[in-house]
Nanobody, 127 residues
Framework: QVQLVESGGGSVQAGGSLRVSCAAS????????MGWFRQAPGKEREFVAA???????????DYADSVKGRFAISRENGKNTVYLQMNSLNPDDTAVYYC?????????????????WGQGTQVIVSS
């Protein structure tokens, strides 16, 4: 049974940083695309970042324009864990952040393209 468990959310002031983590279990995810989405109150869930295997030990990262240059996604395959380092946070980044994985390919940004989801972790950025 696949399980994704996020951790590391919390409250921070604007300009601050947070790192959220997602530990996956139930299978080996080294060739899966692992991604982060977020959902703010009253809004649809949106893509934030994803990291995809591109062969050998090489991975490609993809970011939403709204977080490019501020957020960094990384993974530790040996731990089946993906991280999202979030810097220069602003109140618009306030949301529940969800980890997701998919075996359907790379460069995937749509919610429906991801097969497994975590329960989410809250990030609150105050001004």
């Amino acid at each position: 049974q696949v399980q994704l468990v996020e951790s590391g959310g919390g409250s921070v002031q604007a300009g601050g940083s947070l790192r959220v983590s997602c530990a996956a279990s139930g299978r080996t995810f080294s060739r899966y695309t692992m991604g982060w989405f977020r959902q703010a109150p009253g809004k649809e869930r949106e893509f934030v970042a994803a990291i995809s295997w591109s062969g050998g030990s090489t991975f490609n990262a993809d970011y939403a324009d709204s977080v490019k240059g501020r957020f960094a996604i990384s993974r530790e395959n040996g731990k089946n864990t993906v991280y999202l380092q979030m810097n220069s946070l602003n109140p618009d980044d306030t949301a529940v952040y969800y980890c997701a994985v998919t075996s359907r390919g790379s460069w995937l940004r749509l919610v429906r393209e991801y097969d497994y989801w975590g329960q989410g972790t809250q990030v609150i950025v105050s001004s």
